[in-house]
């Protein structure tokens, strides 16, 4: 689902936070050849050598990637157990599913540059690491949960599209199947207002309530504009991001204008007008501020969401303990039938 | 025993065959206890919309992989052998097809 933080610094990749500078000339022979490899639009695969650099972003955007997957299901999770009908709660389950499978799909890409699995999940619960920033926002009622899949959904997919065509192979493919599957989570989603919308004037007011308060931190998953975005070109020049972050959201915003207008709600922007000239939508200033305020963990849901998520692992440590055990036991046991 | 991380857990290469008739495509991932666990977790993560009818699990550590540094020696040699393929040879048109 959701990839904003591509371009946010943590800990967790880079250690100190060290911007990382244009490419220099190749230094070796295995830098030249991975740079011809970048420039033929050639794929990385986890055997290759490939810069120290490279693999750092790799490793800090799949596992942001990933993490964001995993703490996604969260806000959603919070609805299963009160969704409007049982089949409002088995799409809602499946959807969740999904994004549990997604972050499995990433972490899997990641392991691939050689970093651990329990490295990542300490990264993320010690809160080092980032996540998308979207998630960090409660989900009051149910309309919310129909605009997570149209509109952050939505912009998932238009960031997530252009990584089916990454650099770096495992990264790329596992794109390609998230991608496949996130379809359903939009449509789901705008489906589900539609209802509402067709129902009574107060499930109007919830759908439009919903779309106020989400609309702008839609917005901002994008990342910052393109001026600030430290990374943004170190990862074009490598192929890991295609598309910049200004340029997606014009995209998104473009799409999402006329689908508002079937739903019949409007979009929290005075400034969001048609410009004939440039052939897309004006539209108004990012609070990047509260952005910012959110990834540094200030948002109001940033230490709920964390807490859960380490509750969960720790009550799942008996789980995770007994399978081991399990598994031990019956090796044990074999070994013991083959003497 | 000690409490076990998660990284205890051994990794595993998922096979799915999509459709009867087809070979087993490599697909992914994942981490697990043992063989029956990680046949679970693949049905889980890789086959939630009928994507496959059978899965293989292999340990990834019993993979053997060929070494990219290799790649000339070995697959280079084939190039010049263009003999080996049907379009090297002409035949009569009116023949047809052959």
Redesign the interface.
């Known amino acids: 689902m959701y990839t904003q933080a591509m371009d946010i610094p943590d800990e967790s990749g880079n250690p100190g936070g060290k911007k990382l500078s244009v490419v220099p000339p190749p230094q070796s022979e295995q830098e030249a050849a991975f740079e011809a490899r970048i420039d033929a639009d050639g794929r990385i ?1 986890p ?3 490939m810069p120290e650099a490279y693999r750092k972003t790799l490793v800090r955007q799949i596992s942001q990637h990933a993490h964001s997957e995993i703490v996604g299901m969260l806000p959603e999770g919070n609805w299963i157990s009160r969704a409007p009908s049982l089949k409002r709660k088995a799409i809602l389950i ?1 959807k969740v ?2 994004e549990g ?1 997604h972050g ?2 990433l972490y ?1 890409a990641a ?1 691939t540059l050689g970093t ?4 990542m ?1 300490d990264g993320l619960h010690s809160g080092k690491a980032k996540y998308s920033s979207i998630f960090n926002y409660p989900t009051l009622n149910w309309a919310d949960v129909g605009v997570i899949g149209w509109l952050v959904d939505g912009a998932a997919i238009m960031n997530q599209i252009p990584l089916c065509r990454c650099s770096y192979g495992p990264y790329a ?2 794109m390609i ?1 998230v991608c496949k ?1 996130e379809s359903f989570h939009q449509r789901q989603g705008y489906e589900a207002l539609l209802v509402m919308m067709k129902g009574s004037e107060a499930q109007r007011r919830m759908v439009q309530d919903a779309v106020n308060r989400l609309w702008w931190k839609c917005l901002a998953m994008f990342g910052p504009p393109d001026a600030d975005s430290p990374h943004s070109a170190q990862g074009m020049r490598w192929g890991i991001k295609r598309i910049s972050n200004d340029e997606l959201r014009q995209k998104f915003i473009d799409a999402t204008v006329p689908q508002a207008k079937v739903l019949g709600v409007t979009l929290p922007d005075p400034d969001l007008k048609w410009n004939e000239e440039r052939g897309h939508h004006d539209y108004g200033q990012i609070d990047w501020q509260e952005f910012w305020n959110t990834v540094e963990g200030n948002g109001p849901c940033n230490k709920e969401r964390l807490a859960t998520r380490v509750k969960a692992h720790k009550d799942g ?1 008996w789980v ?2 007994a ?5 031990q036991k ?2 044990a046991r074999a070994d013991k039938e083959a003497a | ?1 000690n ?7 051994p ?1 595993w290469e998922v096979f799915v065959r999509s459709k009867q008739g087809l070979e087993h495509k490599h ?8 063989a029956a ?1 990680a046949l679970h977790m693949a049905r ?3 086959t ?2 009928q994507e496959g009818v059978s899965i293989w699990v292999v340990p990834s550590a019993s993979i053997t ?1 060929s ?2 540094d290799d790649k000339g020696e070995l697959f280079d040699p084939a190039a010049d052998k263009i003999y080996r393929h049907p379009t090297f040879y002409e035949i009569p048109e009116e023949v047809g097809h052959m």
């Open positions: 695969e055997q290759d050598w499946a599913q999904d499978g499995l799909y899997s392991e651990s699995r329990g490295d999940i493919r596992a199947r599957e440590q995770r303990d399978a081991l055990a399990h598994a019956q090796r | 025993m409490t076990p991380a998660l990284k205890d857990w990794l697909c992914g991932s994942l981490h697990a206890a043992d666990q889980d993560v890789y939630r919309r992989a070494n990219p």
